[in-house]
């Protein structure tokens, strides 16, 4: 019988595009790049992998899916990003919480997605949640999966945030009363 | 509902950093279409005990997974040993062990909800970037793991960078 595991939740993006920078070395680290241009047009990256090693460096990371557009206009401006840079429209973000550093859980919940046959493009953890790139169209079912397979705290459901924090770099006045 | 939140900060702020020394960082190369031998590896995996700092992978076009693991030096072993019995002629299956190895992670407010935070740490780096052997933004933290010996020069440059209230 396995044993119980409690999360205290679940939480589910907006839809996103995964970004992949393909075949940097040392010498051509694309990524600190791709992140100044993002930067400069104000466009978040609400997730980002690297992988270093010695055939090269895999890159991955997200940007909202209203972004794809100007993010492929920007890298095809771009010759040193322009043929190295693809694209998975369509993903989202399912991240479970908390990950109480234990492999026990991480593997359960890759076992419930993998045995699912849940597409896992990208995931990583931070410090104290396990978030998981799968398609877009697969997050309510791989919330349930997971749902099924964890305790969770209370009535506690799979969650979207209620609430989108926007940057600005200008202050905008308060309308005077 | 849409709450608008005006950040400027000229330096970044962060709740501070952390590091931690003498770790190993598990490399794998497992190609997960064999589903049995997966399925298999992954249940001894869980039915024993273990403890990660950081853990991050990606699935390529050929179904390969490469999995990053970061613990402790010997913690390791027990998530080898199962992908190790359980495929070992699989072509492809692959380990590289790296150790040791450094690890710098911080936080801030709203990491990840807002744009230009990964182009600061970049840039706050230099050429440290470049000794990197794995990173991960994600949520509101921020996870370096560089080469022994590599992460106190990067940390004087993120503290010189960033904000840290006192």
Not at chain 2, 38 to 57: D, K, Q, T, V, Y
Not at chain 2, 60 to 87: H, K, T, V, W, Y
Not at chain 2, 114 to 134: C, E, I, S
């Amino acid at each position: 019988m396995m044993t119980e595991i409690q999360i205290n939740g679940l939480k589910i993006s907006g839809a996103l595009c995964l970004v992949r920078l393909h075949h940097s070395t040392p010498d051509t680290f694309r990524l600190p790049a791709f992140c100044g241009i993002m930067a400069g047009s104000q466009i978040n990256l609400p997730f980002i992998s690297t992988d270093h090693h010695s055939s090269g460096i895999q890159a991955a990371c997200c940007v909202e899916a209203k972004h794809q557009m100007l993010t492929q206009k920007l890298v095809d401006a771009d010759p040193m990003m322009k043929g190295h840079v693809s694209y998975i429209p369509d993903v989202g973000l399912l991240t479970l919480f908390p990950h109480q550093s234990s492999l026990k859980l991480f593997v359960r919940s890759l076992r419930a997605l993998s045995t699912e046959s849940v597409r896992v493009l990208e995931m990583a953890s931070s410090i104290g949640a396990l978030t998981y790139v799968l398609d877009y169209a697969q997050l309510d079912a791989a919330a349930e999966l997971l749902r099924s397979c964890f305790k969770l705290d209370g009535n506690h459901s799979p969650f979207r945030a209620e609430f989108v924090v926007r940057q600005g770099t200008q202050l905008k006045p308060e309308p005077m009363e | 509902m849409e709450t608008v939140a005006m950040y400027w900060e000229p330096r970044i702020k962060t709740y501070g950093f952390q590091v931690v020394k003498e770790l190993a960082l598990y490399r794998y190369q497992i190609p997960v279409n064999r589903s049995n031998h997966w399925e298999h590896a992954l249940e001894c995996i869980e039915n024993g005990p273990n403890r990660f700092h950081l853990i991050c992978g990606q699935l390529n076009e050929s179904l390969d997974l490469s999995l990053l693991l970061l613990c402790g030096p010997d913690r390791g072993r027990s998530f080898s040993r199962p992908i190790e019995a359980e495929m070992p002629i699989v072509e492809g299956c692959r380990r590289q062990v790296i150790t040791p190895v450094e690890f710098l992670f911080f936080q801030g407010p709203h990491f990840g909800d807002r744009f230009g935070v990964a182009d600061f740490t970049y840039r706050a780096l230099k050429d440290h970037a470049n000794d990197l052997l794995a990173a991960v933004f994600s949520c509101a933290s921020i996870y370096l793991v560089l080469p022994e010996g590599s992460a106190d020069g990067a940390l004087d440059q993120l503290n010189a960078a960033f904000n840290i209230p006192s």
